[in-house]
């Protein structure tokens, strides 16, 4: 290429760049980070990174919120010194994402032992005195984080779990090799690549037009009632999911379906959760529970439905002894299910 081809392309990628989103911008630089091995190594100097022991993210309190706090390469090289262990370490990190301004995030756990031996755990009480927070459970502080932090440490826990689960090749035994961003691990014997899991969950609120139906599992917390989930079986559309969970948790054939939104929840791993509107054929209400999956089920109001949206915790106990009936919290996807078909019959309830 000559001298001035070679300017006019990169003012040609230049102003190329300029037209660009940020987002898409920030979307092809995450891109890169992933392919590119080389392309990460800068952004891990730079970066900023996410602590984690033992799959628990570190957390500070602030008000009656967590904040996540996230750390300089400096500090965490400084960290890790003071602990005897050796900065290598830092390559175990995953990349759950980027600023606007193309900071790179990184997440990185303390408290898990990986073969590549260099890894040790680390003593957790000395390191939360350390770092001036707490490890915390994700399933305890996932409701009081921002939207932004609790997707970003959900992304991580899922990418680290993976990762920590997945170290030898299922066909020839031998350690995997995580790439620098942690988006894939390779068996260097045979060059399979292992991409993360993600297990397909559909959600359904059904209705039969005036109520919807509510069910409790024996594993929720006392007196929560949430929308019918149920895991996709292979071959399964996730139509034909909704359709067989329905059939089989409460006994109920589905008419229609209507799809609402998805979301990504990292219990029990990692899961993608698909949410549909459901109706059942008029007339055929009746629910047999299926009692090996839920303890209970049944039809609630539009009025109890939009009662219980509104109640906010911690619940007491009522006069009668049990607990007042209410939903899972906003962050949820079963939350936003249940709000939106409240909206609905409230909207086709007032007069045109
Ligand atoms: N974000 C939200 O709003 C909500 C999320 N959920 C999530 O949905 C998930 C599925 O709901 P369930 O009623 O428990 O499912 P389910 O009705 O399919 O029953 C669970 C059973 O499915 C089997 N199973 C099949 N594939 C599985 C897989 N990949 N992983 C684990 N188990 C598998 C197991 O035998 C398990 O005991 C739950 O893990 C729960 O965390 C449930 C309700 C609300
Ligand atoms: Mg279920």
Redesign the pocket.
Known sequence: MSLYCGIAFKRKLFWCYRLLSTYVTKTRYLFELKEDDDACKKPQQTGAFYLFHGLAPLLQTSAHQYLAPQHSLFELERLLGKFGQDAQRIEDSVLIGCSEQQEAWFALDLGLDNSSSISASLPKPEMETELKGSFIELRKALFQLSAKDASLLSTAQALLRWHDAHQFCSRSGQPTKKNLAGSKRVCPSNNIIYYPQV?P?V?TLVSDGTRCLLAR?SSFPKGMY??????C?IGESVEETVRR?VA??VGLEVESLQYCAS?H?P???S?L?IAYHATVKPGQTEIQVNLR?LETAAWFSHHEVATALKRKGPYTQQQNGTLPFWL?PKL????QLIKEWVEKQTSSSLPA
């Open positions: 297990a969950v959600i599992q949430s929308a019918l989930a149920g895991f079986d969970e089989e948790e979301q929840w219990f029990p791993n899961s959760m999956e899972p949820a996807i079963s939350h």
